[in-house]
């Protein structure tokens, strides 16, 4: 038996059914230990279980042995509201850094719950998965397992469903008393696009929002687009002072790719004081905002306005520089720039594996095609365009299709409406103006005469029997093709990043969708400096994903360029 | 959480939202100007006023002014801890699918489908709704209800082609106490193929598959649609090649365990990997591998039960430790007055009785102090806290035997033993009788089945480990680690077959098993037995003096633990003619014929649960439908014109070995579904017969036909247990004191069990229950 004072520390992280019983054992053989639960209540989901199993003990007597065992034990020291913010091994231990977010109610509380009768704020209770109501001040978890009193600042739905979480009640509400300044203010707190993202953002906070119970979602991005439509007017007037970064640090950082990632890590690192060059392969700026998403639905002035926001920050662009195999991150390391952000996109269109398709001329994969048109090639493509897949790619393919004078454009999609990714509303668009869709039905083989596309056959699709592991699959009808005309086909299946730019021994970890492998917590490669997201990461995504993953890197690039 | 659907207020501002002004349509022709005009000023700030402000505090100040205490810091700000550990350990319980995702299920809209998750707030007697299990849409009983498995889980579309284990069985008890509570109700499961877990799972699934209030039906669930009016659901899915529609009262999401963000980064600081689901991996090869200092349990693992998290988190507590220090001092002490007894009616609910059936006691002489809805909530503590005063002990009847006394032990500062739990088997009989037994073991101050035995006498730091398998090795070495002597007994001549085995089949490093075993071998802390039994076990003192017989002649051992970790069994079939070597083979002899490069059979036949699931073995061995599907994805990777079709009674794989069947399907291998088992034609010998689910009668002839024979405790269980006197389950399997709170103890003091002898388990948790087991046997040693 060793000298007790010599206690192991032991941290346990997470307070369910593992957590709890992990905490037991190492605290009854002796080790000092501290729990730490990032909810402000112990028992995770076992807590809300109430369940009899047919053997072992209903869940109830199991939580209320484990938390009060826990709460009761002398070697065990429970933290809630914490999260683990980063764990670093250090000579023979470990370091483990947390956040504590505020109860606000502090250890004077008797739990007498007078509270509770005042408080005339009624959010749902979580704890109860939203089947009551609760008060803002409230008591988490049952008050009968160590639950404690706090005062949530429960966060709205639409904000948390927000990716960066735009504090979209306060602006709403601002814009409600005419406080079109401070609106924007709020927007722009976590959203350096907010003209783009006014016209073009798929909105998952009017999915959740609580107004659409009742009838319709608040029309949160149409909001947005009338601020920052108001900012623009103010600047173009004269009127704005753009903000003033901290003081220069003079440090210099790199950016590739002058996308929404890449913008927003410049404009983040800018604020903070950093000297952030874009290096954009392009001639011009936005990446797929100006290369893919066509004109219609977002006017070239409205990026270039946002744009410009941003290097009046002080961040240069350098048009037509993309890395290369000859210009690498190690040059950029070389030229002084001391952390690299890569947001170089996902460019790479995905083959259909159909007969044929390598066989015949008059192929163009969607995002060559929006490219060459959004770069300024308005010419007919070709008379009868037939666009395969379901995304919001698709869907732009076939209505620049129609825009440039093409006489029929057909859209092919292997499943049906229900299960097509594209927005309803952009689907309807397209119908209306003229875009024929077939659902269920999937290309069987190109055609093609003297080396050119001339058409395609099809085949209908229905589900299938159940299989060995419960699910229907597609199977074409029998019989039931059929061809359609066409002297251009455009694949829109999906994209992967290209990175045929890097050299051979990169030393990056690649995943097998050719994407940059990187901690989600910060955006860090396994390349020391060098963070990447973005489409970049996760593959074909949305703009404010984008953004998301810019904020999460720049925030950790600053405490890397932050370390002595 | 679900979007707060139940309680409609909000009523207060009509306006409708305001649609986005659009060019014309004629106007888009020929031109990329842009679509959407955006709205005038008086549109906005109209919409604007649409918005609810969504609720949360708005520092008022009301409570600030009502609170004596003066507890409210409005201002508190988020702060920064810093801890410095010698170790730590993630867990966590992962996180639930959010059904918003599967718009086709309604359950966004319609108030009558609800997750699982909050089934089990309905019906928890703690919860909102008081256990009662009410429709949302209008607050009466629900008549007809219908599961809906899988959401979430086994399906590539949403990233998670995975099963998620616990589900189904959750599924199986609500459907239980559904009808518990309401009495009159129909339960309808859709479901792709169950898969119960724990020991008992398989009696249970067959018995509730009997009742005449449920229906199972394997289907594929097209989408639930409500009538507004009435709130009912229409349910639509697919059953073989129809679609039929059905309509509930209730439909219940059974919804699966999704992995965390942080679950990566976690998996950074201890060296492991994630797999493509997010989840830090268990390969048999990572479990070998971890070091003291990091330790992963429960479901970041992958989806884990009650039971595995809680014997992963028995091991990953030993892994985050070494040696044993100090117990921590807490006074506790008995009084000599006479023991108190409470009663929990929340228990006598569970064991059909209620507080009347106490009432005898009181002529006993044993007056009971109370009974509480919840003993071990607030209210019951505070009772029994109040009047435990000189007691000297505490007899609780109606919990569960095994879990809460050494909770209540130290609630309420009492010494280890002085607390006796009567649960279900014990109040059995009279529980008048039972209780003032149970007052008399306390006063006369014997020991309970916890009072370490021959207080006074040196406990030996040796521990005897039965068993030479996967659990027995993954105990040894851990022991060794934590600085326990190890004496291991194997009856073959050889050691660690099994592990290498499970090395191989996971695809992990042979060399690392191997090293693993010679390290336990070369280790002067650790004696290997080969070819060796236990003869018998008795007590010395605080030890046990445990009889080994082997070729090295005879031996007693003194040592402080004997852990029992014999392993299973594999069945012999007497109904198949099945050979090593023939054309009816088992899949250990088809996996080393694959693995050797073998591509000789065309048309293989696998037959599952070869003496599994039936009336002499009534549970799922866990392990079979894994490894016919592994077998025969390696064998056509050899013969890629191999014919496979794999008769069976339902696929069982479990997490990420849904996988398997995925790929095997893709494969093209075939499939049939049985309910009586398949006969070979005698003649032939490789003629199958069998009467497919669907009542088509098949004659199917191959060249090879594969068994997948049942694992089992064994055979040599029941000697096992009479010469230690533990007893067995009614499965057959070692007993634990408690399945969830000490599952490697046995009801007999000092000696323990692990792995497959104690319940079915693949190799991975074989692992995880040594590790475990070394850990609780620590504890008692206190080296
Ligand atoms: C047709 C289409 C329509 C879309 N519609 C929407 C929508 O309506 N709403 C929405 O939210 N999202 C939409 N998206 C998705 C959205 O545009 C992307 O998710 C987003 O732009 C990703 O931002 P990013 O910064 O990661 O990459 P990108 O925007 O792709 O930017 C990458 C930048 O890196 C540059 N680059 C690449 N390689 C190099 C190199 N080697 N050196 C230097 N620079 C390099 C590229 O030129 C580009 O400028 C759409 C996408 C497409 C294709
Ligand atoms: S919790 Fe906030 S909203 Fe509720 S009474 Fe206190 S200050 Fe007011
Ligand atoms: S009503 Fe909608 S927009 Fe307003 S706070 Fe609630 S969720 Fe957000
Ligand atoms: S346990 Fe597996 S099979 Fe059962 S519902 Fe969950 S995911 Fe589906």
Known sequence: MSDPSARREVVVVGGGVSGLKAAIEAADQGASVTLVEESPFLGDLLLKEGRIPPDGFPSLCLSSKLINRVVHHPGIRVLTNSSVKRVSKTDGGIKVSLKRWPARVNEACNACGECLMVCPIKPYDRFNEGLMLRTAIDFAGPRDFGGIYNIEKETPACQEKCPVHIDIRKYVGLIAGGRYEE???????????????????????????????????????????????????????????????KKDRKIKVAVVGAGPAGLTVAHDLALEGFRPTIFEAESVPGGMLHLGIPE??????????????????????????????????????KQGYKAIFMGVGAYEGLKMRVEGEDEYEGFLDCIKFLKRVN??????PGDKVIVIGGGNSAIDSARTAIRLGCDEVTLLYRRSRKEMPANSWEIDAAAEEGVKIHYLAAPVKILGKQGKVVGMKCTRMRLGKLDASGRRRPIPIEGSEFEVEADLIVPAVSQRPDISFLPEEHGFEISRWNSFEVDTSTGATNRPGIYSGGDAVTGPATVIEAIQAGHIAASAMKEYLSQP | MKKPKYISEFRDIPTPRHKMPELELDERQGNFNEVELGLKEEAVLAEAARCLSCRRCIGCGLCLAECDQEAIVYDEKVSSVTLEADAVVFTSDGQVFNPDRKEELAYCDAANVITSIEFERMVSPAGPFGGYLLKPFDGDVPRTIAFIQCVGSREEAIGADYCSTVCCSRTFSQAR???????????????????????????????LKEADWTEFTEAAVIGVEEDPASGKLTVTYAAGEDETSDTFDLVVLAVGVQSMRDFKRHARVGGAQTNKFGFISRNIGDLMARQAGVAFAGSITGPRSDEDAVVDAIAAASWSLEGVSE?????????????????????????????????????????????????????????????????????IAGCH???????????????????????????????????????????SGSASADTPVGEGTARSSTVVVLGGGTSGLAAAGELVRRGADVVLIEKSAGLGKTLIDAAIDAGADVDKAEG?????????????????????????????????????????????????????????????PYSTAGTVIGQAEFRSRAMGGDKSSNTIIMIQCVGARNAEHPYCSIYCCKQALSNAILYRSNNPEADITILHKGIRVYGFDEELLTGAV???????????????????????????????????????????????HGKAQKGLADLTGVALDELGFLMSRNTLSTPFATPVEGIYACGFARRPVIAEDAFVEGVGAAGAICARLEI
């Not at chain 2, 309808?188 to 699934?205: A, F, Q, S």
């Not at chain 2, 009889?547 to 970790?565: D, F, N, Q, W, Y």
Request: proline share 6%; with cysteine; charged share 30%.
């Open chain 1, 183 to 245: 609106a924007i203010k709020v927007v722009r707190d976590k959203n350096p696009l907010p003209a783009v993202c006014g016209r073009i953002c798929p909105h998952p906070c009017e999915s959740v929002c609580n107004r659409g119970r009742q009838d319709e979602a608040v029309a949160i991005d149409a909001l947005k687009r009338f601020v920052s439509d108001y900012e623009i007017a103010q600047r173009q007037a004269g009127k704005f002072v753009p903000p003033k970064p």
């Open chain 1, 296 to 333: 219609y639905r977002l006017p070239r002035d409205i990026i270039m306005n946002d744009v410009a926001y941003i290097e009046d920050l002080g961040v240069e662009i350098k048009y037509n520089t993309p890395l290369t195999k000859k210009f690498t991150v190690d040059d950029l390391f």
């Open chain 1, 375 to 380: 770069l300024g090639d308005k010419s007919k």
């Open chain 2, 177 to 207: 106490q559904a009808r518990d509570l309401l009495g009159d109700v129909k339960v309808t499961v859709l479901h792709r193929g169950l898969r119960p877990i724990g020991k008992l799972g398989e009696k249970d699934l067959v018995a």
């Open chain 2, 327 to 395: 117990p921590w001092p807490e006074g506790r002490e008995a009084g000599k007055g006479k023991p108190l007894v409470f009663a929990c009616k929340y228990g006598l609910d569970l064991a059909g009785k209620d507080a009347s059936a106490l009432a005898g006691m009181d002529g006993n002489g044993a007056g009971a102090e109370g009974t509480y809805p919840f003993l071990c909530y607030k209210e019951g503590r505070a009772a029994i806290s109040s009047s435990i005063g000189e007691a000297s002990g505490l007899v």
């Open chain 2, 401 to 443: 035997r095994g879990s809460h006394e050494d909770l209540f032990e130290r609630l309420f500062g009492l010494p280890p033993g002085r607390v006796a739990i009567l649960g279900k088997d014990e109040l059995e009989g009279d529980p008048g009788e039972a209780v003032s037994s149970a007052i008399e073991t306390l006063s």
């Open chain 2, 516 to 576: 693993f075993i010679e390290s336990i071998r070369k280790s002067d802390k650790a004696t290997i037995l080969l070819s060796s039994t236990l003869e018998a076990v008795d007590r010395t003192g605080a030890n046990l003096a445990v009889k080994v017989s082997g070729s090295a002649g005879e031996k007693v051992i003194e040592a402080g633990a004997l852990l029992l970790a014999t392993g299973a069994e594999l069945y012999a079939p007497d109904e198949y």
């Open chain 2, 666 to 712: 893709e494969q093209g291998i075939k499939f049939v579904e049985f309910d009586d088992p398949p006969e070979l034609e005698a003649e032939a010998g490789v003629v199958v017969k069998v009467r497919s689910r669907d009542g088509e009668d098949l004659k199917l002839s191959a060249d090879l036909v594969v068994l997948s024979l049942a694992h089992s």
